[in-house]
């Protein structure tokens, strides 16, 4: 599976983004679509993930309530609203597509199998 994230950018604190993940090559309809993301200096982590089939939707909890994400069957392509962005959600955030993903290891960059190439989010105080 290919994955090319899109919609990163500069935005204010409170403002909002949506990011796109498109998905080709082989598909993954049992699988897991999640995005993580990488802040200067700091280890990758889970932002969130959903079930392609039945679409099932996971947070970690620095995000419950702002971010949302959700997916188009049609278009192969993932999204991630985020609204009321705060300045430490800056990060490259990254989609990533696992076709073994469990809800233990959700959270987790080894559950994961090909992942895009990222974009920059930042929010400026």
């Known amino acids: 599976v290919q994955l090319q994230a899109s919609g990163g950018g500069l935005v204010q604190a409170g403002g909002s983004l949506r990011l796109s993940c498109a998905a080709s090559?082989?598909?993954?309809?049992?699988?897991?679509m999640g995005w993580f993301r990488q802040a200067p200096g700091k280890e990758r982590e889970f932002v969130a993930a959903?079930?392609?089939?039945?679409?099932?939707?996971y947070y970690a909890d620095s995000v419950k309530g702002r971010f949302t994400i959700s997916r188009d069957n049609a278009k192969n392509t993932a999204y991630l609203q985020m609204d009321s962005l705060k300045p430490e959600d800056t990060a490259v955030y990254y989609c990533?597509?696992?076709?073994?993903?469990?809800?233990?290891?959700?959270?987790?960059?080894?559950?994961?199998?090909?992942w895009g190439q990222g974009t920059q989010v930042t929010v400026s105080s």
């Open positions: 990533a597509v696992g076709n073994s993903v469990i809800l233990s290891t959700m959270r987790l960059i080894r559950a994961y199998d090909s």
């Open positions: 090559g082989r598909t993954f309809s049992n699988g897991v």
């Open positions: 959903i079930r392609w089939r039945g679409g099932t939707t």
